[in-house]
């Protein structure tokens, strides 16, 4: 691999500093209202391996890598040194009439690790794309198939699967979708499979038996034939790290496959090594599902990319359908992208080539250390699996009350560790770790040290 060249390219120097600037000209993700175009939000200059520094110069632990996508670390020169020589041989080619080389070598790479038949893939611009993508084609496949009755798609409270319409559709989060239109005549939401919030007294298994009653009862009383398909993350990430009750997963993939129902495993999140495998589906589960989207790790954030990789048994019914010229009209520019493709290619090695095994040994010792803060009075609950894990927070450790939302005590905790050196991701009263995979023993040690005193200090504030 050539060394990265040092750019020649004197950017302009800008009229104001960075925070003026985001502050007169930046749409932020997730805005309010009230703060809408004219919010700058904590300045980030720099990263390498499990660290960032911010505005002031201050070294902290990425703990949410990124949003859940730096897996092989900040700063790898095997990845930028990649990115610059396919932009310097091949920067972009037409998709529409064209191919490149390292999209069709990706592709063949991530199939010799997808579970069953899923041997082909689509490849988009990042998870909700993704997502979409595997919607549209369910309606395509269906419509092709003469079952154009057969599209109401199964979600679940809690889900999160993206930002464009179909896929926010999806989201369980009542704040994702309080103020935003979705396409609710179109999604049949079923419960969260957080064993956490199971009803009181109610064993695990009986409440694996209640989730799996409710999907059957849901088939039963609308119709297979009006289902197209069910998505669900095999952990629900941002809805908390919800790990499902053991045998779920498996129970509503039979029932799918009974019913002619699609499952989409969404792993842009526990994909490309955040559960020690490039896909956790099978390796994790034990299902094999019809059609499994990723995004994220599979560039370790990198560059943007995503994909559907889809069951080889669907385009087959396609190609034999009585309606060959029948067209799945779905497209993006920047599908196949050669630089995207040819960074996640180099990214593989990296996991396959000993950041997977790092993850899966040291992925017993994270989930202990953090369960060490269950001690702290605050904390309701530390759950997790792989390399992620919530910290979830209660006002009350008898009945597991959700502390009151307006405390924002994610926010709160969130604050005092990023003055003690550690990012973390907020989540109302939850904050989820999951960082980069290439962590150390002992900078586990120094990340929940810093987790243990963000929360002492919180629970100063809340006294
Ligand atoms: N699916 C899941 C499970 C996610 O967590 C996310 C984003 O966090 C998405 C889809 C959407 O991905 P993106 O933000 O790349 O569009």
């Not at 009151?404 to 109302?428: F, N, Q, T």
Request: proline share 6%; aromatic share 8%.
């Amino acid at each position: 691999m050539a060394a990265v060249r040092d750019s020649s390219f004197e950017r302009q120097a800008p009229e104001a500093d960075a925070e003026e600037l985001a502050r007169r000209h930046l749409v932020q993700p997730w805005p309010y209202a009230g703060s809408i175009g004219s919010e700058a939000r904590g300045l980030i200059g720099s990263g390498d391996g499990i660290y960032v520094t911010d505005g002031e110069g201050r070294r902290l632990i990425d703990g949410p890598a990124g949003m859940w996508c730096v897996n092989a670390g900040h700063r790898r020169e095997e990845l930028a040194g990649v990115m610059y020589e396919q932009a310097m041989r091949l920067s972009y080619n037409t998709p529409w009439y064209t191919m490149n080389e390292p999209s069709a070598v990706l592709a063949e790479r991530i199939a010799a690790h997808a579970p069953g038949d899923l041997s082909h893939v689509f490849f988009t611009t990042g998870g909700s794309s993704a997502v979409e993508s595997a919607l549209r084609f369910m309606q395509f496949y269906n419509n092709v198939r003469g079952w154009p009755e057969k599209k109401l798609l199964l979600s679940r409270g809690g889900a999160y699967h993206g930002s464009t319409y179909l896929s926010a559709s999806l989201n369980g989060r009542p704040r994702d979708r309080d103020w935003m239109d979705v396409a609710d005549g179109l999604v049949v939401k079923l419960s969260s499979p957080d064993p956490f919030r199971r009803p009181e007294g109610m064993t695990v298994e009986a409440f694996a038996d209640q989730l799996v009653d409710e999907f059957a009862e849901t088939v039963a009383r609308i119709g297979a034939d009006k289902i197209g398909a069910f998505v669900g993350e095999p952990v629900q990430a941002s809805g908390g790290v919800i790990v499902p009750p053991p045998g779920y997963l498996p129970r509503i993939r039979e029932i799918c496959r009974d019913n002619d129902i699609l499952y989409v495993s969404d792993e842009v999140v526990t994909g490309f090594g955040r559960l020690g495998e490039i896909f956790a589906s099978q390796d994790v589960f034990g299902i094999d599902p019809d059609i499994i989207t990723f995004a994220k790790g599979v560039t370790s954030g990198y560059f943007p990319l995503g994909g559907m990789l889809v069951s080889e048994r669907l385009l087959a019914d396609l190609r034999r359908s009585n309606h060959p010229d029948a067209m799945y009209a779905h497209g993006l520019t920047y599908t196949s992208h050669p630089v995207g493709c040819a960074v996640a290619l180099a990214n593989l090695d990296l996991l396959e080539g000993g950041i997977l095994d790092h993850a899966r040994a040291v992925a017993p010792y994270f989930q202990e250390r953090l369960k060490t803060l269950e001690e702290l009075p605050l904390v309701g609950e530390v759950r997790g699996v792989g390399l992620m894990a919530c910290v979830e927070c209660v006002a009350d450790r008898e009945s597991n009350d959700p502390l009151k939302l307006d405390y924002e005590v994610g926010k709160r905790i969130d604050a005092h560790c990023h003055s003690l050196g550690l990012l973390v991701r907020p989540l109302i009263h939850m904050c989820v770790m999951s960082p980069p995979l290439i962590i150390s023993r002992s900078q586990i040690d120094d990340m929940v040290a810093i987790l243990r005193e963000g929360i002492s200090r919180t629970m100063d504030d809340l006294a």
